[in-house]
């Protein structure tokens, strides 16, 4: 049984976060661990209230994890505050841990800021280098870059200056453009300053309901990782989980509701 651990917040609508996470992790048929980054009172129109967790805590879930049943891979998401990256940070390298995927949560689909404006540094320099691959979507990558991202074209710009900046690989999601919903996966290759770029694509599936799709491909991204696939067939296959659990056209909640994620992987 391949063991995967979410570090993130709790959605308690249960569409997005640690909620989004597990479902994905047991509908790939592993074994999912937690460690709570924060609570949020939530459902699909907003969030109505966030509580952090001392970052001790962070450190204590985490401990307790690594010291007992250590992880094939891991999945971040929401993270909060300059202190709680920190932790995160140190108890990944003094775990060694391997296959990790970084979603750099800012703000959610209902507009609310779930990272705060003085930890963008600290994520950046302290945390998102450690990761196997981190998959911002538009206006995270446009922050993590500093420049718009209106075209596909602007999209392989940004991928490359994140993956040069970062030094790690990285997966920008298209979903905020019109179109197709179009990914791309950005490596750096063998000579210097090459990169391999490779873009993931589907028919963008009329539901409104998205809430949570980017926990929900990052933890499938983990889940496949952890099965021991490379990077890029992990992306294509968690892709098509993500790309299945939103045709399945669920439709809860008054706003924009939550996947179907016990659709099932064929
Ligand atoms: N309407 C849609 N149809 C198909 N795929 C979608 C749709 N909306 C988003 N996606 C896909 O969902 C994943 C998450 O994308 P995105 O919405 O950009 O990220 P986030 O949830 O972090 O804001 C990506 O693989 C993206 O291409
Ligand atoms: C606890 C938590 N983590 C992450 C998200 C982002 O998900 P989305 O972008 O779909 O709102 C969220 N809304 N809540």
Known sequence: MKKVLTIAGSDSSGGAGIQ?????????????????????????????????????FV???LDCIFTDIAPDAVKIGMVSNPEIIQTIAEKL?????????????????SGSRLLSDDALETLHTALLPLGTVITPNIPEA??????????????LQAAEAITASLDTAVLIKGGHLSGDAADLLCQTGNAPAAFLKEWFESPRVENSNTHGTGCTL???????L??????EESVRRAKKYLTGALKEQLDLGKGAGPLDHMYRIP
């Open 226 to 231: 952890a099965a021991g696939r490379r990077l």
């Open 142 to 155: 446009e922050v993590l870059c500093g420049r718009e991202i209106k075209t596909k074209k602007d999209m």
């Open 93 to 109: 390298r003094e775990y060694q841990a391997k296959n990790i995927v970084i979603d750099p949560v800012m703000i959610s689909t």
């Open 218 to 224: 990052s933890s499938a991204i983990a889940c496949n």
């Open 20 to 56: 989004a996470d597990i479902k994905t992790i047991t509908a790939h048929k592993m074994y999912a661990m937690s460690a709570i980054t924060a609570l949020t009172a939530q459902n699909t129109i907003g969030v109505y209230g966030v509580v952090d967790t001392p970052p001790d």
């Open 59 to 61: 450190a204590a879930q």
